[in-house]
């Protein structure tokens, strides 16, 4: 319970004092409209009671709220860090029933998780916006800028929840998020592994239709190759592999990394290395000469499918190689890519796609 300066505003004081005792064990009996009234109040630690009584009653039921949304919501605004944080998580309780209602203080949520100077306040803001961009992502595109700036945030949670919000973004919309590709690669180094994966996965989306806007991460993708995450790992061979359908030259120098995870023991991080190389060896087989042995040693397996064919056709390719421009064409159908939507929960994980096998393509997983 919050305690009280003896100057306070005699009705205001008693107001959030019975509402805090109301909360404990009625929430839904809290009288909504007087609690909102006295955020008026000049005392902060009467409006910070309020703020905090208002949340446990979001927690329970957000709706009785909505209709005092318009006042609620210039919390965001107060002097006191507690009414500012718990206003966007107020904000936040809102959007899971109403999403529709907070979409109207996008601008102001943006601001805050922008500016202000509390860290509470500012990832409770991108979790705000998150939560809308699950329901209408179009709606929180406008607000990419804020995303991307929250990447550089010093709070980790903040970090993840806008990259978090941009990988949503990228799914359907890369090209809204593709101006932020140096700050999305900067994260693929962030000592939050849920970040780092959320990176790589973003880069995915931005890299099956602009892959020549991924290549500044070709580096940090190339690190994460050896990531202790199979998700992770499976992610940056991924977009190497998308880089590489149309700039094979600029990845072969990935050359020696591929070879090591297309040895994996994680058949989708087998895969997209393997689509990586065939794609770098049909434009330049010399590339990916040095690695025949790696490549062979899958191809000679046992076990007979996707992943073993496309090592077979790297060898052939190594073993093939002449200089005429026929043996170094790249055929289109054979070499389509296909973003699969990931399924709800846990970590994404991109699969290229090889379409002369439709029946070994593997779907997205969530491990």
């Known amino acids: 319970m919050v305690s009280f300066d003896s100057n306070s505003s005699c009705d205001a004081y ?29 005392d902060q630690e009467i409006r910070g009671g309020a703020a905090t009584v208002l949340t446990e009653v979001a927690k329970s039921d957000a709706s009785l709220l909505v209709p005092q949304l318009e006042s609620i919501s210039a919390g965001l605004n107060d002097s006191h860090n507690l ?6 998580a107020i904000l936040f309780r809102i959007a899971e029933v109403d999403p529709e ?8 949520l943006s601001d805050t998780a922008t500016t202000d100077s509390y860290a509470t306040a500012r990832s409770n803001c991108i979790q705000v916006i998150a939560n809308i961009s699950e329901h209408a992502p179009e709606a929180v595109a406008a607000h990419t800028d804020t995303l991307v700036c929250a990447l550089s945030d010093s709070n980790r949670l903040t970090r993840q929840r806008a990259m978090g919000t941009l990988n949503r973004i990228s799914d359907h919309e890369p090209a809204r998020v593709k101006s932020g590709i140096n700050q999305i690669a900067d994260r693929l180094d962030d000592f939050d592994a849920r970040t780092q994966n959320l990176a790589t996965s973003t880069l995915c989306n931005i890299a099956s239709e602009y892959p020549a806007v991924v290549r500044p991460a070709i580096p940090g993708l190339e690190a994460l190759l050896n990531h202790h995450e199979s998700s992770t790992r499976a992610n940056a061979a991924y977009a190497l592999a998308e880089i590489a359908a149309v700039d094979p030259e600029v990845v072969s120098s990935e050359c020696g990394a591929l070879a090591q995870t297309a040895v994996d023991t994680d058949r989708v991080v087998q895969k997209n290395s393997l689509i990586g190389l ?20 899958v191809a000679n397996q046992p076990e007979q499918g996707a992943v073993q064919r496309i090592a077979t056709d790297c060898v052939e390719l190594i073993e093939t190689h002449t200089d005429s421009p026929e043996s170094s064409a790249v055929s289109i159908d054979d070499e389509e890519t296909r973003l699969y939507q990931p399924t709800q929960g846990g970590t994404d994980q991109h699969t290229a796609d090889d379409s002369q096998d439709a029946s070994n393509k593997t779907r997205l997983y969530d491990p």
Do not use: C, M, W
């Open 14 to 42: 008693e107001i959030v004092v019975n509402a805090q005792k109301t909360v404990e064990s009625h929430p839904r009996n809290v009288d909504v409209a007087a609690v909102v009234s006295t955020l008026n109040s000049s």
């Open 83 to 88: 009414v500012r944080a718990n206003t966007a």
């Open 101 to 108: 209602a907070v979409i109207r203080f996008l601008p102001a």
């Open 278 to 297: 065939r794609r770098i060896g049909q434009a330049a087989p010399s590339a990916i000469t040095p690695y025949k042995s790696a490549i062979a040693q």
